[in-house]
């Protein structure tokens, strides 16, 4: 099986990394990033192939000959609202991954196969902003749209979107975090804070990386499907096209957590 990943050197990228690497039944990872990927680098394993690519609003013929048989796709690239303004946050956000699964379309038809498509999305995204809701809820909500009407389109182009809670990487194996993003010391001062209010006190809102890693690579590789189709209440729901809204409960239940 041959998987997709974008944001590899991110705090969410980094833990699917990990867990694809730890994955057997994955025989090719292609990393589509704008710098080496230290994790993968030192990884030495030669299922992985590091793809350089600076603009995620084209693929070259050559880029997409790298990936024409790949079976599913993380994409883990995203950013926070307050860590760019508005303008490149859409660009991130809603535009990269819209990019990506109109460029994939050609080799959907050349293989005629299914491809599973994830977007890491988040809780607090919506379908119905109203005056209030930040940039992030409301781009998530646009982007999701979007992708479910790709699918509603030509439905081997398999697409989901997964809502996580507070991602608290503070469980995750010390030999792992070590290559996330730094966060700062107010992020990582809050996130210390956190933890113990999100792990015991509200657990249905908290999406630890380690498992949080493992269950995106899974849906990857189309292990949820038939769950998928069911979703209904606090674990999400499927939209009009058979998109599946996969909310934090799904992912909890699906990964043994608590919830």
Request: with cysteine; hydrophobic share 40%; net charge positive.
């Amino acid at each position: 099986m041959h998987l997709i990943l974008t944001g590899a050197t991110g705090m969410v990228g980094t833990t699917v990394l990990d867990a694809m690497l730890k994955t057997t039944d994955i025989s090719k990872i292609s990393i589509l990033s704008r710098r080496p990927v230290q994790l993968a680098e030192d990884a030495k394993d030669p299922r992985v192939n590091v793809i350089i690519h600076k603009d995620f609003s084209s693929y070259s013929p050559e880029v997409l000959s790298q990936l024409q048989d790949a079976d599913g796709c993380v994409w883990a690239l995203g950013i926070s609202q307050t860590q760019v303004n508005k303008e490149d946050y859409i660009t991130i956000t809603k535009t990269y991954p819209l990019a990506f699964a109109s460029a994939f379309q050609p080799a959907l038809k050349a293989t005629n196969k299914p491809f599973n498509f994830v977007y890491v999305s988040g809780q607090g995204a919506t379908f119905q902003p109203g005056l209030f809701t930040p940039i992030f809820g409301k781009t998530k909500g646009e982007t999701e749209l979007a992708l479910a009407d790709v699918r509603k389109k030509n439905p081997l182009f398999r697409a989901s979107t997964v809502r996580p809670g507070f991602v608290d990487w503070l469980d995750q194996d010390k030999s792992i975090t070590k290559y996330m993003p730094p966060l700062g010391l107010a992020r990582t001062g809050l996130g210390h804070a956190l933890h113990p209010v999100f792990k015991f006190g509200m657990r249905g809102n908290w999406s630890p990386t380690e498992p949080l890693g493992g269950f995106l690579t899974g849906l990857a590789m189309g292990k949820w499907n038939e769950g998928l189709k069911t979703l209904k209440g606090d674990e999400g729901q499927v939209l009009e096209g058979g998109f599946p809204v996969v909310e934090n409960n799904f992912f909890r239940r699906a990964m043994g957590l608590p919830r």
